[in-house]
């Protein structure tokens, strides 16, 4: 029946092709240049006054600096465009390149897309560093919450050549993070003061670059660098200041097209299937085949075909998703009964649309580096969590999972529990328990909610999660490392009761065992120094993290602000400089410092300065961590209890 389709459908599809003429269009506007040097300008870009949709589209043709030939430059932001498609803008590649001193181990600089209707694609370039001992990143400069990085390393000597890869030794490469505008690219140098290589004299210097990604066919010598890259990079580029169901948007998508909304980003325009993809911005860009009643009678026909089809496409679809989205292994761990799995829902699609509207914008809860998290009803009333994962590529699929694997795994009440999953779906979708009070990062930092929590609740809360991370630890079947403890990954209830969540890049750990790899994962200003080193984690790297969030309870300050002073950028650093030099309680918030006993600042202060230790053996495990907090609670609790009494 399929072949008899697909003939037929071929021959509908000839005969239209006979009968008809395609028409061609222009990509501009009408009298607007559609060309500058070898690139086509495509509207809603444009080059004149009329000629381009808003401001963030208007470019200019001038003479190159470098090549002294005409080329188009995008007015706001000046960056020199290389091609335009559909759906994105190739401009010139970021990078940072500098080379190794003894007075300076740290570089970095800022990029700014100006505030256009542009992110830098996650799909379209990679984060690549070549170099010896480099750790390089990329993080968004507004919020410091989505970073990616990599380290580059080298042996000993004075020479240090790939072996035709680029997998952490001479040179590394990595997906960056989605929806960036405003970033930060830069290199750190690591322990590059014991090398031998260091001291010969040698000019040795590093590179990291945001761009296509390194076409890596052949060894490149780490020392030298390498011109083996693409030399431009993609822009993701949409139509701001609208929505889908917006009567502007109507007009600016020509007829014979469809809308697709970016999130709270804006739309983007589409021909539809039966239509040409000439230019869906302009009034006749899209056109149909011409032809009268018989290309009508065709149409039709195809149009009943095509929907027997797309249904097929459907079901085919969403068994490959399924597949791809590990559904298979899912099973088999259900069906072998070998952990809680079996307990885990899979829900189907079509429930989790009607469940968010459509994953609507406002139904938002929150973004993060790893995916964003609606909230959803079910059919039965109930109200859920739904993580809708960021997902570049296969590979990061296992991180998915490995977040599903391990919170059917946990039974903790200040844990999120997971309620099932979708694995239909282009990216999987976790469905987890819905916490409706927002997270202890907004309520420490947000204007409106700063010391909204009392320091009777914060001491409980620190314990709470020192509980959490204490059972992951040595309470699990198998220890788990969170590796991304934070306050924004730290939930609260309407009775602030604390729920340890986001586990996307937590990690199963065998006893005596430590996670070693060349891909530092984490946020800024909680991660552990030893591991962002050595790139290995322990379960006192965790202890690290948590210190800080102690910290951040304290004082009510985040771990990292520029609008600090440099000496107090860092929030650890300031806190240990304040330890020693005995003004703690300078840094503590206001509410802290009237509510709390000097004894009880005391001793969580040495307890966060425990945490915080530079070496990690040196740190104090969770246990002792929860122990410590338990045994200041009570003795708190006897203290008003003998109070009372005496009054």
């Given amino acids: 029946m399929a072949a008899v389709l697909a003939i037929l459908l071929l021959n509908v599809l000839l005969l239209s092709i ?26 809603p870009f444009g080059i004149g006054e009329g000629c381009y949709l808003d401001k963030g589209f208007e470019m200019e043709c001038k003479l190159s600096n470098t090549s002294n030939s005409l080329q188009p430059f995008l007015v706001k932001g000046g960056m020199l465009v290389q091609e335009i498609t559909l759906e994105s803008v190739y401009v010139g590649h970021w990078s940072i390149s500098t080379c190794y001193s003894e007075e300076k181990s740290y570089w970095n600089k800022t990029y700014d897309l100006m505030g256009g209707p542009f992110t830098l694609s996650s799909s379209e370039n990679k984060l690549t560093a070549i170099g010896c001992d480099i750790y390089a990143y990329i993080t968004d400069v507004d919020s410091r919450n989505r970073t990616s990085g990599c380290i580059s390393l080298c042996e000993e000597g004075n020479t240090y050549n790939t072996s035709g890869s680029c997998s952490g030794f001479g040179c590394c490469q990595t997906n960056i993070p989605t929806g960036m505008t405003t970033f930060e690219v830069g290199m750190i140098s690591i322990n590059t003061e014991s090398k031998i290589w260091n001291s010969t004299g040698g000019n040795y210097c590093g590179t990291a670059m945001i761009e296509e990604g390194l076409k890596v066919d ?45 999130d709270s980003q804006g739309y983007s325009c589409y021909c539809s299937g039966a239509y040409n993809h000439e230019n869906p911005y302009l009034p006749n860009g899209c056109q149909a085949l011409g032809g009268g009643i018989l290309l009508l009678t065709l149409l039709a026909i195809a149009f009943w075909i095509h929907a027997k089809f797309k249904k097929m496409k459907n079901m085919r679809l969403k068994r490959k998703f399924y597949k791809r989205n590990g559904g298979f292994l899912l099973e088999q761990q259900i069906s072998s009964g070998e952990s809680n799995v079996e307990k885990t829902k899979i829900f189907v699609q079509e429930d989790l649309e009607k469940a968010t ?106 314990k709470e999660i020192a509980g959490a991370l204490s059972y992951l630890h040595s309470s699990a079947s198998t220890p788990i490392f969170h590796r991304d403890i934070k306050s924004s990954n730290i939930l609260l209830d309407e009775n602030y009761k604390a729920i340890v969540s986001d586990f996307g890049i937590s ?7 430590t996670h070693l790899t060349t891909l530092v994962q984490g946020t800024f200003g909680y991660l552990d120094p030893e591991y962002f080193h050595s790139g290995q984690f322990t379960e006192k790297s965790d202890v690290y993290s948590f210190g800080v969030v102690l910290l951040e309870l304290l004082t009510g300050q985040k771990p990292v602000s520029h609008t600090r002073s440099e000496e107090e950028a860092n929030l650890a650093m300031n806190f240990i400089s304040s330890v020693k030099e005995d003004r703690v309680f300078e840094v503590l918030e206001t509410r802290i410092a009237n509510e709390a006993r000097k004894e009880e600042i005391q001793v969580v202060a040495s307890l966060a300065k425990k945490c915080l230790k530079l070496v990690g053996k040196k740190r104090p495990t969770m246990k002792e961590v929860l122990t410590q907090l338990e045994n200041l609670i009570l003795f708190r609790r006897q203290e008003s209890v003998l109070m009372l009494s005496d009054n």
């Fill in 18 to 43: 006979c009968a008809t003429t395609v028409l061609a269009h222009d990509i501009a506007k009408p009298d607007c240049q559609a060309k500058c040097g070898n690139v086509n300008i495509m509207y």
């Fill in 218 to 262: 052949r060894g490149i010598n780490a020392y030298e660098g390498s011109l083996n890259y693409s030399q431009r990079s993609g822009l993701d580029w949409w139509v701001k200041n609208g929505t889908c169901e917006n009567k502007r948007v109507n007009a600016t998508c020509s007829k014979n097209s469809y809308c697709d909304r970016k």
């Fill in 357 to 462: 509207d459509n994953f609507n914008d406002n139904r938002v809860l929150g973004r993060g580096g790893s995916g964003t998290v609606y909230k959803g009803m079910l059919p039965d009333g109930k109200i859920v969590a739904i993580k809708k994962s960021k997902i570049v590529d296969e590979s990061q699929i296992g991180q998915f999972i490995n977040e599903l694997v391990i919170l059917s795994q946990i039974n903790h009440r200040h844990i999120v529990k997971v309620l099932g999953c979708c694995l239909e779906t282009e990216v999987p979708l976790l469905i987890y328990e819905f916490v409706s009070n927002g997270t202890l990062s907004e309520h420490l930092h947000k204007e409106e909610h700063i010391s909204s929590i009392s320091w009777e609740d914060r001491l409980r809360i620190s």
């Fill in 507 to 513: 990690r199963s750990v065998p006893d005596e065992q």
